[in-house]
């Protein structure tokens, strides 16, 4: 087995693993190892199972077969499987927006117990759909705003709502002359599970443009409209401050981890933990405990200040520590695995939506209508579960970081004007033009339980941070930079000279010491919120997006969501990297367009929308690319290299 150093860079996670080990209770980190080596065709995305003449694969080095049974090409099948891996993205977020539209409707219509807590955003983007605002009551907006959501999955014509709204309009150009611009999100899917089924579309070319669509879905009816209406329903994010890691959780008090992706659920969760803390009292404990996990921990920490137990790979590690009386999911990066776990311990994991259950799991069904219900008998089974704990098997690790968090574009903005009420991105614009900030870099994505854990997202920041590249994150990979100190001051020492100037004098004038190295702008649908800012400083420059000293990086991701989300970066013009082997290399023609390889002549994603794919599993020589990228796109703009 991998030594527990070897697993991750997190001390509380390594003595976690030892003391699973101990336990004999397997985790995602030890069951990686046993899926060693790897299958070279999976690796290679040149494996078919669309039909049931197969599965077919295709020979390296052209040794036979070259062709499945039907016929299909090695750069068919690895464009087809790029797609469908797309697909199997970009449906979870589109799923995740729909349901925050349904439960803003339902919310304006008097069904939930929700309220609308950001009425000025609502405003803003009423007024942006084109919806009256004057002398309305704000559920009737709402309503109307929560309709024109639902339009965008269901519209037969046109461009989804949230693409006129929220797309950069010279962006947008080069997606509607090429007709990638996406009608309504579900068509969309639809089509592309029919392009790239058995005998559909085969030209390689053509499946990769359908990808890139997928992206825009992603981008649009995934991120901008899940983060749009929830910041309506529920806030938008105010700098705050929390904690990470494993000793978040508490020994004394009734620990309830909440995981999954939408607030709808945790938001009530954290509700009725503060509700019933006397019962928990009465149970001998000192009261209730909530932390997060994975994005329901970025979503309850940007909103709420909620402490933040664990990213996606360690999620089962959380169990471990014999101090958790419930373990609470909604939907996406659930490990089927913690239910195993948690059998080890006396956690109570705890599903509660209809499509995502767990054999062996409690199952306590949710909607938006009977939130309180559902929250409230989620946090009883919690606090009744806390007599169960057996304490001589916790073990929790002591180490903390604290962290500040909540930094949508709003509270960005807000501090910037703080240097120029006119104009307040007039300070953020001349630090880039000046070369104070050289770029910014959005560190976005997962942890993955293959890698080392924190290490390639750590590298990559600090490494970018020390050439004065200003950090936006998002995701797990925020996870990753809080808990090693880069959302505190004390990570300012991580940044060169120049970058860390810029964020003493932001910081200043917001009435702190100094902003932190990394910006921690959310969820993983809140990726919507950096595309947003990219949006804001191009339009103030008035340049395109794709011409800005920008780029993502996402060292260490698992997700099939993180590539869709990196598409669409992509098709915005912005360059991205992965850590991950993306599983394209099979195919020759596929890397070349996607990577941006022009050797064969052929036509590349960097040509037409100014961003590409780059594999690079070395965080350090990830940073150099990246850095080399900036400075290219800043000789373009004629500012200093
Ligand atoms: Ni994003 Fe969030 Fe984490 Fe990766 Fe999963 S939790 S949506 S996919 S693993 S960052
Ligand atoms: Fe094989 Fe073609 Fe069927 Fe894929 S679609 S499994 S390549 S026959």
């Not at 879905?217 to 209406?229: C, E, N, Q, R, T």
């Not at 169960?388 to 903005?413: H, K, L, M, N, W």
């Not at 590349?604 to 590409?612: A, C, N, P, S, Y």
Request: hydrophobic share 40%.
């Amino acid at each position: 087995l991998r030594e527990a150093a070897e697993i991750s860079i997190d001390n509380g996670v390594q003595q976690l693993i030892g003391k699973a080990r101990q336990e004999s209770v397997e985790t995602a980190f030890d069951r990686a190892q046993k899926m060693s080596p790897v299958c070279t065709f999976g690796s290679a995305g040149v494996c078919c199972r669309l039909c049931l003449e197969g599965p077919c694969r295709i020979m390296p080095n052209g040794r036979e077969p070259q062709r499945g049974i039907c016929g299909a090409g090695v750069d068919t099948i690895v464009a087809r499987n790029f797609l469908a891996a797309l697909v199997s993205g970009t449906a979870p977020h589109a799923e995740h927006g729909r349901e925050v539209a349904l439960a803003l409707l339902a919310t304006a219509e008097g069904k939930t117990p929700f309220a609308i807590k950001d009425v000025d955003k609502l405003l803003v983007i009423a007024g942006e759909l084109g919806i009256a605002t004057e002398n309305r009551e704000t559920s009737e907006i709402a309503r109307e705003v929560a309709l024109k959501a639902l339009e965008d999955f269901q519209k037969q014509q046109g461009a989804m709502n949230w693409v006129d709204i929220r797309a950069q309009g010279k962006t947008r150009e080069t997606w509607d002359k090429l007709g990638l611009t996406p009608v309504n999100a579900h068509l969309e899917i639809s089509r592309a599970v029919t392009r790239g089924a058995m005998g559909c579309d085969a030209d390689p070319l053509n499946l990769l443009l359908g990808a890139i669509t997928m992206g825009l879905v992603d981008g649009f009816a995934g991120l901008h409209l899940s983060s749009d209406l929830q910041d309506i329903l529920f806030g938008t994010p105010r700098a705050v401050k929390s904690k990470y890691c494993m000793g978040v959780l508490q020994p004394r008090m009734v620990n309830i981890a909440v995981h999954g992706h939408v607030p709808m659920l945790s938001e009530k969760i954290v509700e009725w933990a503060g509700r019933l803390n006397g019962e928990a009292k009465k149970m001998g404990a000192e009261g209730i405990n909530v932390v997060g996990v994975c994005c329901t921990g970025n979503e309850l920490l940007m909103r709420q200040g909620v402490p933040v137990a664990s990213s996606f790979s360690s999620q089962e590690l959380v169990i471990v520590t014999g101090a958790v009386e419930a373990m609470v999911v909604d939907i996406q990066c659930i490990m089927p695995g913690i239910q195993k776990v948690a059998e080890c311990y006396h956690t109570n994991i705890i599903t509660t939506m209809g499509d995502v259950k767990i054999p062996g799991a409690t199952h306590v069904e949710f909607h938006p209508e009977t939130a309180d219900h559902a929250a409230e008998q989620i946090v009883r089974l919690a606090v009744q579960n806390f007599t169960r704990r057996d304490a001589s098997r916790v073990a929790i690790p002591e180490e903390t970081v604290e962290a500040y968090a909540g930094f949508s574009v709003e509270q960005i903005i807000e501090v910037l004007a703080k240097l120029d009420g006119e104009q307040p991105l007039k300070p953020l614009a001349d630090a880039i033009a000046s070369g104070a900030v050289r770029g910014v870099a959005a560190l976005v994505g997962c942890t993955n339980p293959r890698e080392k854990q924190d290490f390639g997202n750590v590298t990559v920041a600090k490494e970018l941070l020390r050439n004065n590249v200003l950090v936006v994150t998002t995701g797990c990979a925020a996870h990753s930079l809080g808990k090693h100190g880069l959302m505190n001051i004390s990570g300012l020492d991580y940044c060169g000279a120049e970058l860390r100037n810029v964020l003493i004098t932001l910081g200043k004038a917001a009435g702190l010491p100094a902003l932190p190295p990394a910006l921690h702008m959310g969820s993983c649908v809140d990726n919507s919120r950096p595309a947003n800012l990219l949006k804001a400083v191009a339009d103030y420059l008035g340049v395109a997006i794709r011409q800005l000293p920008v780029v993502g990086s996402c060292p260490e991701t698992h997700s099939p969501k993180a590539m869709s989300i990196g598409t669409y970066f992509i098709a915005c013009g912005v360059d991205v990297h992965v850590g991950v082997n993306p599983q394209i290399g099979g195919s020759a023609f596929v890397t070349a367009v996607l990577c941006n390889d022009r050797s064969a002549g052929g036509i590349t994603t960097d040509e037409v929308f100014g961003g590409k794919l780059i594999y690079q599993p070395d965080p350090l020589q990830a940073a150099k690319t990246l850095l080399d990228r900036i400075d290219q796109k800043r000789a373009e703009l004629g500012l200093p290299v």
